[in-house]
């Protein structure tokens, strides 16, 4: 025998305050991956994306985490899960006091009690790459740029006149 569910309408969902301005994509990012983020156990995304602030450069290379879990009601006393290449998981294991300390420091409280470690693959980090140096303005640009009055617009449009000239770096894949 099934029982039939009554439907009851739904309160209408009160629509977001548009701001009529475009916004930029860093600024939306933690909106949307917030929900992921929290579904794989990260309470903040910053943990993931400043992982080589609170742990090092070298052994960011070397890990990365995963998941933090939480006693059931808790947002403290969590399991911090990394996934560690190969041969540097022993190396982690003899400092992971030090790996809590810090991210607890990170957090502001004792965020994570123990850590747990799983052999994996890291992604490699991109190295950010130097910026060329800009090339002068050319001249045939730089006299139609004098007649400007605006300081602020003048320094603008030079700059944009110097990235058009400054060759650009090949992106690597």
Sequence with gaps: MRRRMSKRPRAPQPE?????????VAELL?????AAFRKFGFVQ???????????????ARASCPESIRFPQGKKQDGVLTLTVRGAHAAMLSHITPEIIERVNRFFGYTAVARVSIRQGDVAPRAVPRPRPEPQPVPAELGQSLRTIGDPELKAVLEALAAGVVTPRLPTVR
């Design 16 to 24: 977001p305050v548009r701001q009529n301005r475009a916004r930029q």
């Design 30 to 34: 933690p909106a949307v991956g917030a």
């Design 45 to 59: 995304s910053s943990i993931v994306t400043r992982w080589p602030e609170i742990v090092g450069e070298k052994l």
